[in-house]
């Protein structure tokens, strides 16, 4: 028997699909986003400065430490250039284009517009950190590619293995945690669940989220030309030689961290914060030498340059979002909501989700459990699907490479923090499992089929 809830959520969705419509994929949508984009531009630029250095410093800082290739990070704000639709994609509802960049097309075109020299369409760890850092330093840097276990040339015993959780670990899911909502309560708790899980060894997730604590401090509470924004951090004391500022570690343990160079917060060892052997013990030189363009031998950095040129760039696509939203469809598809192909697709997402709230109803039917906790049920019948399917990779790349047995156990002990019971879980995931995988690809493959078909029907009356 269908529940009350399914009943209600059903009757509501035709006027769920005509709001998204209207939201997004309207004619007077695309332009009202688009009007809406001029006037907050000046508050996303903000956001853009703040947050693309917090990332991309981050960023830096795990490949240094761990030997990583830069094509393994994951920025904050991929690299893509946009075109204008021909005529007959323009037909299929095509309005923008947007063409993704690998890393080593963007350092390329970042060489030329800012330094005017050409550079091969090719950036590994050697070549980033040629560019980065001072000829002195190469060598201890390369050490550190050589402690990823590569087999048949690591050898035994002198390499840490490097399997798809953690790599995922550090690469996406840690930074969009934190870039959700800066709560280190929370992003404990999560942290510590994986940890529980025996997913990735406290020591590196220890050594991650105080680099995390680091920076967050840095930003807020100092100031460092070339990472912190004026009229957003506060300025170091006058005359001192060194910053100071508090900070909580992963064992709840308070100290006063002192520091003459970004170096020493971004990857330097810091005693009784960073982990051994996951913090490089830096000089009292800096390890980042100037730009190319640069006059003297403390002249900006081309890290620093890089971001500036990556900021600029996600800027200028911002007033491009409102049509970006509503692309893919043809110009009568933007008048009348029943004749929206995506909106029909967004009908078909939500009334999956809604089926499957009504399953965890069928499983809670004879428990005592209030409408609130009935809520948390239903949210974590969805993450069994949604964290497995998510097309953007950004955040969800570790849960793609979790085995579903990992995942399972990750998922019961999430939960269970969350106050919910393990027996009701269980109950819940052996009603979906079969049909999980199906469902995951599924609902993947919907939000694809729009863009897909499009080009491919341009592409034959072309």
Known sequence: ?????????????????RKYFAKLLSESAIWTNYLRAIDTEDYFSEWAWAESA??????????LIFGLEPYEL???DPEYRTELPTLEEWKQGIKLKLIPIDVGKAWMLFYWDVFGEKVPPLLDFLTLITALCWPEYLGWLLEQKKR?????????????VDPPVIREFLRTSLFELARRRMDFNRIRRVY???????LVAEGLVEAIYNRLALHTQTLFENFVLDFNLLNYSKLCKRASERATFPVTTWRGEEFDVE???????????ILDVTPLNLGLLVDRKSIYKPSPIAKWEAGTTTLSWFIDWKVRRMISRYRATGVAFGNYQKPEETLKWYQSERADHYHQFRAFFYHLDALVDTALEKEDVDAFRKNLYRRAAAML????????KWGYGAYKAMSEEEFKSWWLAYWERQGLKPELLNRIYEMVRAWLPSARRDLEELGRRV????????????
Not at 148 to 160: C, D, N, S
Not at 192 to 198: A, C, E, K, L, M
Not at 385 to 392: D, E, F, S, T, Y
Not at 454 to 459: F, G, H, M, N, P
């Open 74 to 76: 994951e920025p904050l």
């Open 1 to 17: 028997m269908a529940s009350s809830y399914l009943e209600w959520k059903l009757s509501e969705s035709a006027r769920e699909k």
């Open 259 to 269: 520091f003459s160079k970004f170096d020493e917060i971004n990857c330097g060892f």
């Open 54 to 63: 917090f990332f991309i410093w981050l960023d830096i800082s795990n490949l």
């Open 385 to 392: 699907i949604g964290h497995k399917k998510k097309r953007h």
């Open 192 to 198: 510590q669940t994986i940890v529980d899980q025996g």
């Open 148 to 160: 990823k276990l590569i087999v048949g040339e690591t050898p035994y015993g002198t390499g840490y």
């Open 451 to 462: 863009r897909e078909r499009r080009y491919r029907l341009a592409q034959s009356l072309a």
